[in-house]
């Protein structure tokens, strides 16, 4: 199986944020169990294209309504069987 997570604040990234922190925790389990990852990310990502097992992909800055057409995309050419996205109201734009 592979999940894709949506995280814009994955880390190292320019804003610290508990999602993200989050993200970086739930990655390697995920791995453990087999499961294959992508965590789709913000262009402001300055981490290595491969964290903890996880292909890192950034892919837009601002992120709302405008980028669902840039995520769909991603998750199609990755091949994701199941988007996971991570959520806190100040990460998304209106």
């Known amino acids: 199986m592979r ?3 949506l995280s ?3 880390p190292t ?3 610290p944020c508990g999602i993200g922190d989050f993200t970086k925790k739930l990655v ?3 791995v453990r169990c087999g499961v294959e990852v992508r965590v789709f990310t913000s262009l402001d990502y ?3 294209s491969e964290s903890d097992g996880a292909r890192v992909i950034p892919l ?3 992120w709302g309504p405008g980028s669902l057409a840039k995520i769909a995309r991603a998750a199609r050419d990755e091949k994701i069987d ?3 996205v991570q959520y806190a109201p100040d ?3 209106p």
């Open 28 to 30: 390697p389990d995920l």
């Open 91 to 93: 990460l998304y734009s």
């Open 13 to 15: 990234n320019r804003e």
């Open 82 to 84: 199941a988007l996971l």
């Open 60 to 62: 837009v800055r601002e």
């Open 46 to 48: 300055s981490g290595a």
């Open 8 to 10: 814009p604040s994955y």
């Open 3 to 5: 999940i894709g997570i």
